[in-house]
């Protein structure tokens, strides 16, 4: 099983900071709503390489910053202990989380 990964690096007072989006194949292009809240997988910050599950936990391990969507991204990271299991949230169904080290 494969899901989408984009890695940005920024560099923030010399710092380089590496920030990733990734989610399940299926994802990309689409937009969830549930009330007010919106969930847009766009092409802009998703849309990458297909990488495998094991490779997009490796990348997560090495980025500060990771926004993941869908069942099979978050469900690995929560398996890899990189997301507690409170911290996935859902809108329309769909899981996503965020991860944030500073």
């Not at 899901?3 to 940005?8: G, L, P, S």
């Not at 490779?55 to 099979?72: F, L, N, P």
């Not at 990189?82 to 859902?90: E, N, Q, S, T, Y």
Request: hydrophobic share 50%.
């Amino acid at each position: 099983m494969r899901v989408y990964v984009k890695v940005v690096e920024v560099s923030e007072g010399g710092v380089v900071r590496r920030i990733a989006g990734m989610c399940d194949e299926e994802l990309l292009g689409k937009v969830f709503r549930d009330g007010d809240l919106v969930l847009e997988v766009n092409e802009e910050f998703f849309g990458g390489s297909l990488v495998e599950l094991d490779e997009a936990v490796a990348i997560a391990e090495s980025s500060e910053s990771v926004m993941a969507v869908g069942e099979r991204i978050v469900s690995k990271l929560v398996g890899a202990e990189l997301v507690h299991p409170l911290a996935v949230g859902r809108i329309a169904g769909v899981p996503y989380s965020l991860i944030l080290r500073y």
